[in-house]
């Protein structure tokens, strides 16, 4: 029997057509302001290197479960920062950065051949993971959406990437209800939880005003890239439904799915260290104060942005034009339909630029109102 490629029942991979609107924005005299994607360029802080660097000299095959100490702070940081309840060191897993952990996430739970609902504008890996199962896909953002038929999966991103989009309470509580009457596995996406600008807070979905302390069919992915700058360390977390968390686990131990002992002593200092990411924060506030004044004062609408690494804009065009409108003033975002056919009238731009460069983004478009 011929063999199929897997990459062939994949989209092409998104970033690849923005070659052109990159060379046009590189060919500005002042250099490219390269905002198309969340990639960190503060520094990590010291205390996290000094981990790193001292567990360097570790010879020997890291756990994929994690050490003792990095579930535990895995397990305190999620309670300490976010208000879940009942997160416990036997129901958290360390993976490989979280877009292998998402896009792995159907096939290492035996869901093949089935059905998985995405958010209506998403992270493209959502719909990948489904893919690389040979999975049915729907985007939906309303229950009723979904029809009488019962996914296997169902992924969450609150806050949204790349809309900046939270999920209140009631919304959450009423997804949990759904899926458990029907015994669907609820994945939240929830990598930008620590980054909320608007006076409400997001919330978990392992939050107790959300699943009343229960975590049955429930999993929560988190990341250290964001808020802590550990992009390049590939440092993220699964937690939630014990019963889940033990099968991921075994099925990642046969597949030599481990984090780098080094890079899990790094981890420890990263969650123990709620300074370190507070001052981050503050970091991107700055940015993004500048960066949302500076496109609505350019004619840009900014919707739903309230948290995150991103600005959710559009100029009432497709973004294909708003790209290019952009690329020429050296300013390099990500186009609105990478994420699905609801975004092509927005772009995303990230604050993920040094200060001098988010500076300089927005002195250009304010050379043009």
């Excluded at 009238?345 to 988010?358: F, K, N, P, S, V």
Aim: proline share 7%; hydrophobic share 45%.
């Amino acid at each position: 029997m011929a063999r199929t490629p897997l990459g062939t029942r994949l989209p092409d991979f998104p970033w690849d057509t923005l070659d052109d609107a990159k060379a046009t924005a590189a060919a500005h005299p002042d250099g490219i302001v390269n905002l198309s994607v969340g990639t960190p360029v503060d520094p990590v802080a010291p205390g996290i290197q000094l981990a790193l660097a001292e567990a360097a000299a570790e010879p020997g095959y890291p756990q994929t479960a994690g050490t003792p100490g990095l579930r535990a702070a895995i397990a305190e940081g999620l309670v300490r920062r976010y208000h879940m309840v009942g997160v416990t060191p036997d129901a958290v897993l360390p993976v490989v950065g979280t877009k292998e952990a998402i896009a792995l996430l159907p096939t290492l739970l035996g869901i093949r051949g089935g059905f998985v609902v995405i958010p209506e504008v998403a992270y493209p890996t959502y719909e990948v993971a489904a893919l690389v199962g040979e999975n049915r896909v729907l985007r939906a953002d309303s229950l009723l959406k979904i029809g009488p038929e019962t996914p296997d999966l169902l992924f969450l991103n609150s806050p949204s990437n790349p809309t900046g989009k939270v999920l209140g309470v009631e919304h959450l509580r009423k997804v949990v209800s759904w899926a458990r009457e029907r015994g669907v596995i609820v994945a939240s996406d929830e990598c930008y939880l620590g980054l909320g600008w608007a006076e409400e807070e997001p919330v978990s979905i392992l939050d107790p005003r959300v699943c009343d302390g229960d975590h049955t069919g429930l999993i929560a992915i988190h990341s250290l890239s964001k808020t802590s700058n550990l992009a390049s360390y590939r440092a993220g977390y699964f937690a939630g439904d014990p019963a889940l968390i033990s099968e991921l686990l075994e099925v990642r131990k046969h597949l030599g799915l481990m984090v780098p002992g080094p890079i899990q002593q790094a981890m420890v200092a990263a969650l123990e260290d709620d300074a370190q990411e507070a001052a981050q924060k503050l970091v991107y506030a700055r940015r993004r104060a500048v960066l949302m004044k500076a496109l609505i004062d350019a004619g840009f609408t900014v919707d739903n942005s309230e948290a995150g690494l991103y600005l959710w804009a559009t100029r009432g065009e497709h973004c294909r034009d708003t790209v290019d409108w952009l690329a020429g003033l050296g300013i390099l975002v990500a186009p609105g339909d990478f994420y699905g056919p609801r975004g092509e009238r927005h772009i995303r731009m990230a604050l993920t630029g040094t200060d001098e460069r988010i500076d300089a983004a927005a002195a250009r478009l304010a050379a043009v109102v």
